[in-house]
């Protein structure tokens, strides 16, 4: 069992989120982008990022496969694991929140409550939940990696929309139905949001 420090202060910074987002001018915000592998969330993060990017505004990606190569390195796909690499990227993303920068955590995230759980890390208009939904036989279809047909085949437990859950968020910000919209036209629709908030200009 791991032992929690008890010794801990939290020290704050003497410049404010305000002055940050002054600097950069913008304002920072999470744009959790959730679905089944292959439903395009990477594909539309990198996308949309490159936009903001285009326009002079910071935005970042916090990729599921890149996060697991590193920071996330210790943890496997079992149920509590999955819980415990999405507390780690909520609490990530919220640093990358406050320091005024558009990020954008595209992962399967597969549990409404520990996506909930990382909404509730940010403070009301900062975290926007988008549902990047492809039906499963899109998504497999698709497999870019081969893992739908490793996990037919049993050689990966496990493993979201096959073996394990995928509970669809009930109420996102946005919905973006990559199986019947082009990429141009869902990172369009998701800048639109961006705009419309005030948080891209």
Not at 51 to 59: F, P, S
């Given at each position: 069992?791991?032992?929690?420090?008890t010794?801990?202060?939290r020290?704050e910074?003497?410049i404010?989120?305000a002055?940050?987002?002054?600097?950069?001018?913008?304002r920072g915000?999470?744009?959790?982008?959730?679905?089944?592998?292959?439903s395009g969330?990477?594909t539309l993060?990198?996308?949309?990022?490159?936009?903001?990017?285009?326009?002079?505004?910071?935005a970042?990606?916090?990729d599921?496969d890149?996060?697991r190569?590193g920071?996330?390195?210790?943890l496997?796909?079992s149920?509590?694991?999955r819980?415990?690499?999405?507390?780690?990227i909520?609490?990530?993303a919220?640093?990358?929140?406050?320091?005024g920068v558009?990020v954008?955590s595209?992962?399967?995230s597969?549990?409404?409550?520990?996506?909930?759980?990382?909404r509730?890390?940010?403070?009301p208009g900062?975290?926007f939940?988008v549902?990047?939904h492809?039906?499963?036989?899109?998504?497999?279809?698709?497999?870019?990696?081969g893992?739908?047909?490793?996990?037919?085949?049993?050689?990966?437990?496990?493993f979201?929309g096959?073996?394990?859950?995928?509970?669809?968020p009930?109420?996102?910000?946005l919905?973006?139905?990559?199986a019947?919209?082009?990429v141009?036209?869902?990172?369009?629709?998701l800048i639109?949001?961006?705009?419309?908030?005030?948080?891209?200009?």
């Amino acid at each position: 069992m791991t032992r929690r420090a008890t010794h801990i202060t939290r020290h704050e910074g003497v410049i404010t989120r305000a002055e940050r987002e002054a600097l950069l001018g913008q304002r920072g915000a999470t744009i959790w982008l959730t679905g089944l592998s292959g439903s395009g969330k990477s594909t539309l993060a990198v996308a949309a990022e490159a936009e903001i990017v285009a326009r002079g505004k910071l935005a970042y990606v916090l990729d599921g496969d890149n996060v697991r190569h590193g920071l996330n390195s210790d943890l496997g796909f079992s149920p509590a694991d999955r819980v415990e690499n999405i507390r780690r990227i909520g609490e990530v993303a919220k640093l990358f929140t406050d320091c005024g920068v558009l990020v954008f955590s595209s992962f399967i995230s597969p549990y409404r409550a520990d996506r909930a759980r990382a909404r509730a890390l940010l403070a009301p208009g900062d975290f926007f939940e988008v549902h990047v939904h492809a039906d499963l036989a899109t998504c497999e279809r698709r497999d870019p990696k081969g893992l739908y047909r490793k996990a037919r085949a049993g050689e990966i437990p496990e493993f979201t929309g096959i073996s394990a859950p995928y509970e669809a968020p009930e109420n996102p910000e946005l919905r973006l139905d990559t199986a019947e919209q082009t990429v141009e036209e869902s990172v369009a629709r998701l800048i639109a949001q961006l705009e419309k908030t005030g948080h891209l200009c």
